[in-house]
């Protein structure tokens, strides 16, 4: 799927994004318990870039979580980025939020951030080398040691275990309530349209961009999250 593509899809679903997720929402307060906790030493006025942030579901924890963070929220998709900042505004923290429609590209380099969250987005991104840009592009807009948290699906698909991951995947998200127009479309999205690579292979990308080697700190079924920092220059 192209990025145009890519960006019409989110348009389209931004109005009812958040309910029609609602079910599969344990995976997410899971992955948002561990993240917090992974920048919980982070400074108290501390600068954080969320990349893809969609309807700002990440950035909406951290934000009630530590009053005096800093979030600058980076989308391609103008209606899923509308949602995050009436998101933000119901919270009482729209002021201490910018906001980027558009790419990594297009956002400056200074000021540089302290951390980074990027969930659910590289796996768009087909080209092993287009990846590695983009996690390169992060890694730019952080300070150095900065802090990346990254979830993306991920298994070997070569693997006999991944059709039982699979299996497990979609009867989940029935089970949760997704539409069942939605699952046939995940699962035609997941042969064609997103980059499933084992932990390896994402862990061998991100430090490829210039961030130390990865820990895996999170899973659950098909998803899997990673925390790594920047590689601090010799």
């Known amino acids: 799927?192209?990025?145009?593509?890519?960006?019409?899809?989110?348009d389209q679903q931004a109005q009812g994004?958040?309910?029609q997720w609602a079910g599969m929402a344990p995976i997410r307060d899971t992955l948002?318990?561990?993240?917090?906790?992974?920048?919980?030493?982070?400074?108290?006025?501390?600068?954080?870039?969320?990349?893809?942030?969609?309807?700002g579901a990440e950035l909406g924890h951290l934000a009630?979580?530590?009053?005096?963070?800093?979030?600058?929220?980076?989308?391609p998709s103008?209606?899923?980025?509308?949602?995050?900042?009436?998101r933000a505004r119901q919270g009482g923290f729209l002021a201490r939020c910018t906001f980027h429609e558009g790419y990594l590209d297009t956002l400056p380099l200074q000021p540089a951030h302290d951390a980074a969250t990027c969930f659910l987005v590289s796996q768009f991104l087909l080209e092993r080398q287009a990846r590695v840009d983009f996690f390169h592009k992060i890694a730019r807009r952080l300070e150095p040691g900065g802090l990346l948290?990254?979830?993306d699906l991920a298994a070997d698909v070569q693997s006999p275990a991944y059709e039982t991951l699979l299996r497990s995947w979609m009867t989940l998200m029935s089970s949760a309530g997704v539409q069942p127009e939605m699952l046939?479309?995940?699962r035609k999205a997941y042969a064609k349209d997103v980059a499933i690579l084992s932990t390896e292979q994402v862990g061998r990308i991100i430090e490829q961009a210039g961030f130390e080697t990865p820990v895996q700190f999170f899973q659950a079924g098909l998803m899997q999250g990673w925390v790594s920092t920047v590689r601090r220059k010799e």
């Open 1 to 10: 799927m192209q990025p145009d593509e890519l960006k019409a899809l989110f």
């Open 17 to 19: 994004y958040d309910q």
């Open 32 to 55: 948002h318990l561990l993240l917090g906790s992974l920048f919980a030493d982070l400074p108290a006025n501390a600068r954080i870039l969320c990349v893809g942030v969609g309807t």
């Open 64 to 75: 009630q979580r530590f009053p005096g963070w800093q979030f600058t929220a980076v989308d």
């Open 78 to 86: 103008g209606a899923m980025l509308e949602r995050c900042r009436e």
């Open 149 to 151: 948290a990254t979830a």
């Open 184 to 186: 046939a479309r995940a």
